[in-house]
């Protein structure tokens, strides 16, 4: 039996293989990476043009909002770059391309991720540490060591969740093969919601974020933390540092549904 | 490994088959939606395997031979009944089972669209952890048998279907599998292909004693392999047994054709009625069948000798099409 950390490491060999023939085309690997930092790039200017306009948002001055845009966007942009394989599985599943997966001596998850391999979204997260960059020169931070050190682990829960999310959109296609767009809502809107401050936002929209989909512990609430700010919610302190337990607890329970899906998996006729 | 290599025991899929629904709702609702009429793929199957047997599975379409090996490979998780393969449990010890079984599929590769495959082979060579001495030889063995060189390093897609499988087949055996499953490995080959894949396989299984268990529509690929078959229709195994015997079973009659020096006349149709059939006569050459519980080769002969000097003689085994289309018509047969 392969332990987890053996099959990350054959995993990683696979992506490898897999990306040597696209880097062989290095103009159009460098212009996909490009063409995604440009795209994102409109993200910053909006939030810009929003200030232009307010002076803050729910109390927060730009350099805070962009720090919470900072740490998500990064997040979401890795955490989009190693589950880009998961995109594929509701069409692997309809061609009956899923069977070979079942057939071979690797956690059927970890093969889905390096399914396909594509740095495009590497783009988006050098935008996000751009934005990061400049929100750590418009903010004026107290940093101690326990910040710097909690700093990584905010970026490392913040992709595990968004890789969560996107493993559970590809759950529901075991279930139905008809695409849903609905359940995008979860992983590209939790992105957006994400980079706003939480306390703007309705109580339902907040409950959900917080208790349904814990997006609110792994951005809004370290970032209170980071920015040294109170919570305008008045949760207790504890929150702040809640999210890698909340996103590991979220993941155990879509790692459960990744295999009941396995069990449900039909495959094709043929 | 004492015991049976594959093992199954009452093996049963249902499906339910749902009311395709319209839209985003659409989609939505049949995620919790449950009705819809279930419907058995496979309703009973049982059979057991040794090791090196090569048993050719075969049915009509939709009669259930994927489905059975998809609960075998651990793919499908079987409604009821349990399967046991190479000892393990399928659906509990996927990963530990995978690295046992090799698979072919003819209507779909294995290997990756995308890429070369010399990358696809290293790729697997990662995945089932073959030791780098043990790959060279598998490699080297599958070139040289399966005459790779020419397309190594072509993108996959680019393949013919013919390299496309001689590829597959290398990509299944790279691990060593105790079993090999081919589920129509010569769909669509031609003549040449087809016979070059039958021979690997052949050969494969004498030297390794692989064990095989093949499904196919091409009924010449099981009377070249397999001496054993096992027959289902609509979910039920409906024989299991030598293919010699399944001949003598249900019929199926054997003709001789027969070479006479000259033409033997017209008189020759007296040697109907003894148990013998002219099925055609066309100057010296005459075909005759006769059913070989009743009959045999020698005394068709004899009895031909009396109408002229008999200059050459085949025989020709009933076709296996033949026979089992009669299985499924027989009188015994539950077939309208």
């Known amino acids: ?270 | 490994m004492d015991g049976p290599m594959i093992e199954a025991r009452n093996l049963e899929k249902r499906f339910t088959v749902r009311r395709h629904r319209e839209g985003a709702f659409g989609a939505m609702r049949s995620l919790v939606d449950r009705g819809g009429n279930e419907v058995s793929a496979v309703k009973d199957v049982s059979f057991s395997i040794n090791r090196g047997e090569m048993v050719g599975y075969i049915g009509p379409n939709g009669a259930g031979k994927s489905t059975t090996i998809k609960m075998l490979t651990g793919i499908l998780v079987p409604s009821s009944g349990e399967a046991t393969v190479a000892g393990f449990t399928p659906r509990e010890s996927r990963k530990q089972l995978a690295q046992q079984i090799g698979v072919v599929f003819g209507q779909r590769t294995q290997l990756w669209w995308d890429l070369a495959l010399a990358d696809s082979l290293e790729l697997l060579r990662h995945m089932y952890r073959v030791p780098e001495k043990r790959f060279r030889e598998n490699l080297n063995r599958a070139r040289e048998l399966l005459v790779l060189d020419d397309f190594m390093h072509t993108p996959v897609r680019q393949l013919s279907l013919g390299q496309r499988m001689r590829g597959d087949l290398a990509a299944a055996l790279l691990h060593d599998p105790k079993i090999l499953y081919l589920d129509e490995p010569t769909i669509g080959l031609d003549i040449v292909a087809k016979a070059r894949i039958r021979e690997f396989l052949a050969a494969l299984n004498r030297e390794t004693h692989v064990t095989v268990l093949l499904t196919t529509h091409d009924l010449a690929d099981i009377e070249q392999l397999c001496r054993r078959i096992i027959v289902i229709d609509r979910g039920q195994v409906v024989y299991d047994g030598e293919l010699g015997a399944l001949r003598n079973r249900f019929g199926g009659k054997r003709h001789v054709i027969l070479d006479f020096d000259q033409d033997p006349g017209d008189a020759i149709s007296t040697l109907a009625g003894n148990n013998l059939e002219i099925v055609d006569h066309n100057g010296p050459r005459v075909r005759v069948a006769f059913d070989r519980e009743t009959t045999s080769t020698p005394r068709v002969l004899a009895l031909a000798s009396h109408h002229g000097t008999v200059r050459d003689v085949s025989i020709e085994e009933p076709a296996i099409e033949d026979v089992i289309r009669q299985m499924y018509e027989g009188p015994d047969s539950q077939h309208p």
């Open chain 1, 1 to 270: 039996m392969l332990t987890l950390r053996q099959e990350c490491r054959i995993a990683i060999r696979i992506a490898g293989i897999r990306l040597r023939g696209q880097i062989a085309y290095p103009a159009s690997f460098w212009m996909q990476i490009f063409s995604s930092f440009v795209i994102h790039a409109a993200e910053i200017l909006a939030l810009l043009a929003m200030f232009n306009r307010f002076n803050d948002m729910g109390e927060w001055t730009l350099g805070e909002v962009a720090f919470l845009h900072g740490i998500s966007m990064t997040a979401f942009s890795i955490g989009d770059t190693i589950a880009v394989g998961l995109d594929s599985v509701p069409s692997q599943i309809r061609e009956g391309e899923f069977d070979r997966v079942l057939i071979r001596p690797l956690s059927s998850w970890i093969q889905t991720l390096v399914s396909e391999v594509s740095l495009r979204h590497l783009g988006q997260c050098a935008q996000g540490v751009v934005i990061l960059g400049f929100a750590l020169s418009w903010t004026d931070i107290q940093w101690t060591l326990q910040k710097a050190l909690f700093m990584p682990v905010i970026i490392a829960t913040g992709v595990a969740l968004f890789i969560a999310l996107f493993t559970l959109v590809a759950i529901l296609s075991f279930w139905t093969v008809n695409s849903i767009e609905v359940v995008n809502a979860f992983t590209y809107g939790g992105s957006d919601l994400a980079q706003f401050p939480l306390h703007i936002f309705d109580r339902w929209m907040r409950n959900l974020f917080l208790f349904v989909i814990p997006g609110g512990f792994t951005a809004y609430y370290p970032a209170l933390y980071i920015l040294g700010k109170d919570d305008p919610l008045g949760m207790t302190d504890t929150f702040r540092f809640l999210g890698p337990l909340v996103t590991a607890g979220f993941c155990l329970v879509v790692a459960w549904g990744w295999n009941q899906g396995i069990r449900h998996y039909r495959s094709t006729g043929s």
